[in-house]
């Protein structure tokens, strides 16, 4: 027993909470900002596009928890980068196929499964493609960051782009609509991940996108 361990390890775990409540509010502030501006017969045909982009980051939050484990094991920075980017290789081929398959039969089957009233679910998950591999490859690269001991910036990080989704949602939905949403996510997902991308770029001394691109 070390109260000074103890007390040592609270940094950290508020790190780790505060990090999860934005990434989980980075997810529904466009739900809870289209709800207050257009209602609520808007949020339902958003809301099941959105779902299925969680659906999809299921996987990799299901990838996310063994990679940790992974990451955290080595201090081999070129070992995890490698990894990483099989995993990349994997989840932009995943997320593809299942795009271009919805993208296909999308709109008859929301129909079919639904009813004529969530027809308009099929366009707002047009504008929500870019927001899937956003979020999806996001979620894995912030993995890597939390492998790395929770630092500050996987606090930042998805802060900044939980702070830009808010913005872009105010200003898109009123002119946009439903698929305002979808683009503001959109640009807020791909925001998250490449600005960790960027980061780790620039923490490397510039080494690590050689060893990530495919």
Do not use: C
Request: proline fraction near 4%; avoid cysteine; glycine fraction near 10%.
């Amino acid at each position: 027993f070390s109260l000074p361990k103890i007390l040592s390890y609270y940094p950290m775990g508020f790190r780790v909470f505060l990090s999860s409540l934005l990434i989980s509010l980075l997810l529904r502030a466009d739900v809870m900002i289209l709800k207050r501006m257009m209602g609520f017969e808007s949020v339902g045909i958003y809301s099941l596009s959105a779902h299925m982009v969680d659906m999809m980051q299921l996987a990799s939050n299901l990838v996310g928890s063994l990679l940790l484990v992974k990451l955290s094991d080595s201090s081999d920075d070129i070992n995890r980068w490698i990894l990483m980017k099989r995993i990349f290789i994997l989840f932009v081929g995943l997320l593809s196929i299942t795009n271009l398959g919805f993208a296909l039969v999308g709109k008859p089957l929301i129909v079919l499964v639904y009813g004529a009233g969530f027809a308009g679910s099929y366009n707002a998950y047009l504008w929500l493609i870019p927001a899937s591999f956003g979020l999806s490859l996001g979620s894995l690269f912030n993995t890597y960051l939390w492998s790395k001991g929770f630092p500050l910036i996987s606090v930042i990080l998805p802060g900044g782009a939980l702070l830009s989704n808010i913005v872009l949602n105010l200003l898109l939905i009123p002119g946009m609509g439903v698929a305002g949403a979808g683009l503001a996510s959109s640009i807020s997902y791909l925001l998250w991940f490449i600005s960790i991308v960027l980061y780790e770029q620039k923490l490397s001394g510039g080494r690590m996108l050689k060893h990530l691109i495919p």
